[in-house]
């Protein structure tokens, strides 16, 4: 064969490669996609765009009103009637619920649904984790953490927070301008995490890379997000990840040994102290005591492995999320003066009685409650969750639902429903208040599937209660000491990456005194 002759065999190969490849991802990103749409039935929104046209209107959505979710947060204001969205990403169909009805029943029908691929790598380096175990080994776990992590544990906790909150605002200079409120909160929860898991202050841990704890948990929360969904992992899947060859999944591997050397490490001498006989180093508010004394009172064991798994998990899904909803209760406080005096006269009553000060007595407060609430509402820790691939087509009241469809519960879609809250846009905390004129009572039954920031169902997040707890202690905390308001450098948009959150530094104006209305 001459060399033309293979120049030209050549062109036409590599052509008809090119032409095929074409072909196969107008099949991929445009026709099945469409025709797997087709297949849902119900009232619902879809909106049926290619992959690449999905993802340029998102980054216009962002551009105008830097939020991830302004797409479906849009619908579910335009179209109030659509009981779900759907949309696909690529190849795969993703399915919004955003109706209570809907909601209850996808809760119950979950043994029609198997866990999505994108979490086979948390699942796979902290296997026992209450947040991606399945079957038996989830049901053993969640039964364990459910009977520790009660309201009565939280109580004896209180003053553990109580202090650690007040000590942390003392740092802070009274003559000082500024302040940024993420930060503030996220340095706040993460020593009240390392005190209520390990007994311990933040400063007395030194990590064998020479990371403080809290830069660690965030690498690792970064991390497995951006290594799960990376080119790489979606090219040749987990176990490709795990192998370490890129530089991003070394240092997730990397971080995940050291940090994991180092609760086990923890672990063993807490067993040592309490072998040893040391009452006075028990404490009744830490999470490894308690995980002992019910070792010591039943008959399920958690294995020192079991024990990291469980712990990085409340790290990682707790620290952000809790120092998310801390922030924007402030934040809004900051907005409103009426909101900031209200939660003002309830902690000056706390704190007149701080002996008494317990988890009855804070969740008596309606204000910091309502706070708590209406934040959650509008701005959730986390925008959708228990997202799950039908294993089969099935129906879930009116709507068939496609084998291979991915579902969720579209939390933000479902809390901006005007058949579930009036002026569902509007941040009004007297709607949770019994005896305002603009209370509205939350029908019982549906309240688990109307009012959902913590998910909803057997997989509700643990430490709901807990989280509420220390949010509402830091509120009553800082309005005590503090007057403040929003500094006009910040623009509060908001962005999920992955929890809902502001995009940038959320900067307090802050001083003794009072400011002008």
Sequence with gaps: MSFVSFGLAFGIGLLTVLLITIIRLVFVLYIRPYFKLKKLKGIGGIVNYSSAGLASTFQKDQRIHKDYFHLFRSLAKTQPKHRFFASNIGEAIWVFLRDPKLIEAYIKSQSKYKRLNSSVLFATLFPSSTLVAEGAIWQAHRNVYDSILTQKFVDRAIPMIFDTTLEYITYIDPMKSTLDCGS???????????????????????LEN????????????????????????????????????????????????????????VVKDRKKLREQGKPQDFQEHTLIDAIFEHQKNHLETIIDAEVFDEFISFFIAGLETTAQVAT???????????????ALKEASDLFKNQ??????????????EAITKESTRLNPPIVSCLARQASETHQLEDVIIPK??????????????????????VFDPYRWINGSERYVAINEEKANYEFCPFSTGPRKCIGEDLAKTICKIILACFVKRFDFRLDARTQLTMTATPTYQPEGQVLLSIRRGSFAG
């Design 355 to 368: 002996a008494k000060f317990n988890l009855q007595k804070l969740n008596s407060l309606p204000f910091l």
């Design 328 to 342: 924007l209760c402030i934040t809004e406080m900051a907005k409103n003066v009426e909101y900031r005096n209200a």
């Design 210 to 265: 020479g990371m403080t704890l809290g830069d660690m948990f965030s690498l690792m929360a970064t991390g497995i997000s951006e290594c799960g969904t990376s080119f790489w992992a979606t090219l040749f899947g987990t176990k490709f990840v795990l192998k370490g060859y890129i530089p991003v999944h070394q240092r997730l591997i990397s971080s995940v040994k050291i940090f994991k050397k180092f609760v086990l490490s």
């Design 184 to 206: 503030f909160c996220k340095t706040i929860i993460g020593e009240v995490f390392a005190r209520l898991f390990f007994g311990k202050k933040l400063q007395n841990f030194k």
């Design 404 to 425: 291979g469809a991915q579902v969720q519960i579209g939390i933000l879609q479902n809390h901006v429903n005007q058949d579930n809250f009036k002026d569902a846009e």
